[in-house]
């Protein structure tokens, strides 16, 4: 008999309809053979709701009890969840994170998971039950509550899959698969039958938002296949797995893109070892990321540093650049609020060349100039001016035809 570890996001499980209609599919699952396990999230908008409630009575709640409240959504959803199963005959059990022992690091609202007791799942199983367990969240060495972060459901359905040797971890969500980009930009966009760990990670990276990248993470390092599927509308959705070589790969999988980038720019720096890292120390100190950087050497001993960094952390790292450049005798610093990252990604990259060349000349012949690039081995990155965005993404998935199913 298969395993089947699924995953119901927060709109699956909004309501008792759908709590019920989320009932019916895995016992469909369950009578087609399938040992069940499920996890859910809390129904849609209840974290919000306590994250609302804890703020209201403490603008800064300790991360130990923010845990403990936001901890019961899921609770909620696994305790209804059961209870629709046993009204259709189905036998399940219910376990909080605590419960099954799901073991995390002490790191409060950012939990990460160390280490699962299987024991209580694998018992149920063999008793022909369905188990369901609460998403989102675990327990410290100590006991304490802990939860994964925003999307963290994902990661704890990836993590049982793992721990549990599952044939697949489906996740259940309001969207049918992954896409070559956002249909909302470009409506000929294409939903992927499957893709590699890697380009999805790449694509979560730089924008997509179908599944928590630290799920993908998991998957990837304990080679658990994962499928996306619409909880609301039938089809196979998107598997996504580890690169068959058989299998002849498409050039580019699909368009990413990041509405939310900020760029900065010190200009006439003294040219010297050690100037990056004079530059960037201070900005990591106040832990804001940084993504692309581009470094350029003048003729005048001096060099101009550029990079870019999330939108909401731009002015903070303004103010910090602005200090750098007084202690450095820089001769200006200047920002941009207003930019965007496109990004093709592909493993068929490895092995074509041109990729680059094809991309800068479809944005060129739409006169969208390029101010960064960066690069790996399966993706191309372009920094450019933000009302171009929907321009540069459509182009280039026009440019690489990625309205068509490659061919085989």
């Known amino acids: 008999m298969s395993l089947i570890v699924q995953k119901y996001g927060g709109t699956s499980v909004g309501s008792v309809e759908r709590i019920r209609e989320v009932a019916k599919k895995v016992i469909a699952h369950r009578n087609q053979g399938h040992d069940m396990v499920i996890v859910v999230s809390a129904m849609s908008g209840e974290t919000n709701r306590l994250i609302a409630l804890a703020k209201d009575l403490n603008d800064h709640p300790r991360g130990r009890e923010l845990d403990v409240l936001l901890s019961t959504g899921e609770q909620v959803t696994i305790a209804l969840l059961c209870m629709a199963l046993e009204q259709m005959g189905m036998p399940a059990n ?23 007791d299987d024991n209580k799942i694998h018992n149920d199983l063999s008793q022909g039950k369905v188990v369901v367990v609460a998403g989102f969240q675990g327990c410290d060495e100590s006991g304490n509550i802990t939860t994964l972060g925003r999307g963290g459901s994902d990661t704890t359905a990836v993590a049982l899959a793992a721990a549990l040797k599952a044939d697949e971890c489906q996740i259940y969500t309001d969207v049918d698969g992954v896409y070559t980009t956002d249909p909302r930009v470009v409506p000929e966009a294409r939903r992927l039958d499957h893709i590699t760990f890697e380009e999805m990670l790449e694509m979560a990276s730089l924008g997509a938002k179908v599944l928590q990248i630290r799920s993908v993470e998991f998957a990837s390092k304990y080679n658990v296949p994962l499928r996306v599927l619409s909880s609301f509308t039938k089809g196979g959705g998107t598997l ?3 690169e068959d070589p058989s299998m002849e790969q498409a050039l580019i999988s699909g368009i990413a893109f990041n509405r939310d980038e900020a760029k900065l720019t010190i200009l006439g720096v003294p040219d010297h070892p050690g100037v990056a890292s004079q530059i960037l120390g201070p900005i990591a100190a106040e832990n804001i990321e940084v993504d692309m950087i581009i470094q350029n050497t003048g ?34 610093v200047n920002g941009d609020e207003h930019i965007a990252k496109i990004s093709v990604v592909g493993v068929g990259m490895r092995s074509h060349a041109g990729i680059a060349s094809n991309m800068f000349a479809t944005l060129a012949q739409e006169n969208i100039n390029i101010s960064m690039i960066s690069t790996s081995e399966i ?10 965005l929907e321009l540069g993404v459509r182009a280039l998935h026009k440019a690489f035809h990625l309205e068509q199913s490659p061919t085989i």
């Open 299 to 332: 003729h005048d001993a001096t060099t101009d540093f550029t990079f870019t960094v999330h939108r909401n952390d731009y002015q903070t790292a303004l103010k910090i650049l602005q200090q750098i450049a007084e202690k450095l005798g820089a001769r200006e």
């Open 240 to 242: 996504i797995a580890a």
């Open 94 to 116: 219910s376990y909080t994170g605590t419960q099954v022992r799901i073991l995390t690091d002490n790191a409060h609202n950012k939990a990460r998971i160390m280490q699962i």
């Open 379 to 388: 993706k191309i990155s372009v920094v450019v001016d933000e009302k171009y």
